[in-house]
């Protein structure tokens, strides 16, 4: 495996890392609605950021 | 060439993709990637991750369900790129055999074998029914045709050392697609066979690095996982407790459960009759089953098997595509609903065993009847043959085609094991193996072609594949004449607006509730709450999943502006495995009674003050921690307030299900300060113990502590109908409506017919006309044809002295009549009984309409049909 690649797949595997964290969060509970489970960064930021991982890791290997 | 095929199915697509949501599942999977909200198992989170991507595109939260309804389209060309790119590797190999270089004529082959394969495919009626709307079926059509590319494309390079990526690849997005639909997995069957073709190479290659190999293996299962981890997000998001989350995978063993769909059920491989539930239904299928030591014997399995699942849910569908489908009614065997015809009259004639040429114009004129005169079918078995007959490289070919088109069409019925009665047509699942049809279907081209050739004695082989592909193009094109009409949604919003109803029907103080049981009046309801945020001061509680712990917890939880629902019993008390259901045991009342006469003090302290108030038998009898006690001890409960007293009568009734003891709960603590409705379209079966206490409102109705039996509030009724309700574009001239949004439709002027019908009682004929002229305008009768709640109408008409508007509504309807009933007679006495139910209910309309015409005195047309009548 050349670096290149190697390069690519691990900036993949991070940004898929970083867009988990940045969804997680408090949730919902009986008590009260927790409108922050739907925050822009836990509902668009975050999948953003794991969608181009995963595209990512396309090109990663494509370029082996 | 390829992006020209891209370009036709995209452009196709973008024009005739639904404008909103869509029935069944897809107001669910739009919430799913808008939201990232948790749908059913086993969820789809990579589909999720695409789909939020596309509705960041969306300008306003009303353009979110088109943005995923493109997505679907644009994957859908995505997989005819494919298809094109695969037909055309396939032919160029096969056409590679025999000379060096392409000339001319072999160029133009090529191509247009690609080009009618793909054409045939994107204008098909399965595929192109998923390409728009929002559904997992697009986007797993789209990677199973790209991994089959993917492997060809790696048989290639086989033997290059950077064919390894390919293989990498192929892993990844194995991976990957779990997360989308398990469907794409069924093309790595395939790979095996490469791999078997290649053996002698691959071995050759292996035996001199195996260390390689090993390394190979380890990085393709990494891959795997690496795809595989897209689960994460159900995992993070269930975590959150959105308002939706089914089966709440919240930690790692409940996500093994959702995955593996537990909540579904294990169906069985064999025996191919096994659904004690179905018992009845698989009779009407069969007939008599003969019956050995109380299990079905092997003959009478083998038989439903090969007629009912191999022939009825495969043939018929994979029929419908490339032959011709009669029309777009659910069926279930009978003569008039759904069956693949060819369009030939004789043919069909002897199909389906009636006279097809005095069909009824309902049937005629049904958008969904589509007839290819087989031509597709043909053109395929031609690409057969053709394949077959190209050397050994041909077979090879054929062999791994073929294996696709098992294993994607057959080996999923054998997987399923389907019992009768499906609530829909399941052609949908069968996608990929008619991918793989349209491939040969692309080869029949080049067969053409060749015999031309022939013909003319290759004098002028560029003439001869000319005008070869120029006929085999007129297929794909006589396909899309035929199926443009029923897959043309643009203009259609009735699922948004339905669903926008059902919330607008509740009134507007309390924070209502409502109760629904199916798909179609649930997930468009979710759609409004949680994408469009319509009425999110109410809450909708769905009956079948009340019946399980996870949704009684979510119900507990606030969502938007609705408060929890009124549930005080804690999650032990309703947990999986406990209080399924409840006995009713009415022979206690009288010792229930004995010992309150006997023991006045002890009683009031251990049943409370009147024993069969529902807040006491709940407290003192269903949740008692002695599971002898766990009962209703009578069958006849009553609710206090200062409202009156509300007696609820569970005569004859053996038992109560958990989900309505929670409904039950939810009445007690409701205190009718917080509205609860039932939905219209329940079902009798469903909460039938309230029947008595509803008041119609509209689509929904509202539980009241009345004890009158049913009562209509007009006001509220009047209001809804005229002001609070959208009809979903079903006024724009040429509107496709299907049998589901025919069905909604129905509902709609049922209750309109209702309402209608109240006010002419009370005398006010101008409101009811006004009525009946929102009706004719909301839903004119071109879109949705008038059943026998249009004689409402009728009556409105006469009443208003308007003969002429009641005249065309009856005999309208008894023109209908009479050309079903007189068409129902043509069929084969053999096959008539199938078409009984229609034959009942067109025989009761016609009873009805000749009701009205005589109680107007409407003398022609009742003489017109009353002969008919009788004699029927």
Known sequence: ??????????????????????????????????????????????????????????????KR | MAWLTFAIAAVVYGLTVEPTASLWDCPEFIVCGYKLEVGHPPGAPFFMLVANLFSQLASNPSQVALMV??????????????????????????????????????????????????LAYTFSDTFWFSAVEAEVYAFSSFLTAMMFWLILKWEDEADSPRSDRWIILIAYITGLSIGVHLLCLLCLPAMVFVVWFRKPNLIKRLARRRRRLVKLSLTCLLMFFVGFSSYGVILIRANACPPMCENEPKTVPTLGRYLSREQYGQTPLYPRIYSMRHAEAYEDWLGDIEIRDGEPTKAENLRFFLSYQVNFMYWRYFLWNFVGRQNNILGYGEVEHGNWITGIRWIDRQLLGCDTSKLPSDLKDNKGRNVFYGLPLLLGLLGIVWQWRRGREGRRQLWIVSLLFVMTGLAIVVYLNQTPMQPRERDYAYVGSFYAFAIWIGMGTAAVIETLSRKLKARQPVAAAAVGSTICLLVPLQMVSQTWDDHDRSGRYTCRDFGRNYLMTLQDEGHPIIFTNGDNDTFPLWYNHEVEGVRRDTRDCNLEYLQTDW?????????????????SWRHEDYREGKREYVLIRPELKGEVMAFVQQHPVEAKDLLGDNPFELKNIISHWVLSEQEEMQCIPTDSVTVTSDKGTMVISLKGKPYLLKNELMVLEMLSHADWERPLYTSVTLGSDNLSFLRNHLVVEGLACRVSPDNDGQQVDVERLYDNVMHRYRYGGLSTKGIYVDEDVKRMANTHQLIMGVLIDTLLQQGDNQRALSVCRKWQREMPQ????????????????YLNNLPQQGDDIVSGLLRRSSEWLSWIDTITPSRRAGSGYSRRIWLQTMEQALAVAAQFKRTTIYQQYIHEYEQS
């Open chain 2, 69 to 118: 309804n493109l997505l679907s389209a644009l994957l859908s060309a995505g997989c005819i790129l494919f298809l094109f790119l695969t037909i055309t590797h396939l032919v160029r190999k096969l056409t590679l055999l025999f000379t060096h270089h392409f000339s001319l004529p072999q160029v133009i082959t090529i191509e247009a074998c690609g080009l009618v394969g793909a």
């Open chain 2, 551 to 567: 949704y009684i917890d979510q119900m507990k939880r606030p969502a938007y502006d609705s408060p929890s629902l009124p549930i």
């Open chain 1, 1 to 62: 495996m050349n670096m290149n690649s190697r390069n690519i797949l691990i900036i993949a595997c991070i940004l898929i890392a970083v867009g988990y964290l940045l969804m997680y969060g408090p949730g919902s509970t009986e008590q009260a609605f927790n409108p922050d489970i739907f925050s822009p960064r836990r509902i668009v930021v975050a999948p953003m950021l794991c969608l181009a991982g995963y595209l990512l890791i396309v090109v990663g290997i494509l």
């Open chain 2, 782 to 797: 071109e879109n949705v044809p008038y059943t026998e709640s249009a004689l409402a109408m009728a009556r409105c008409f």
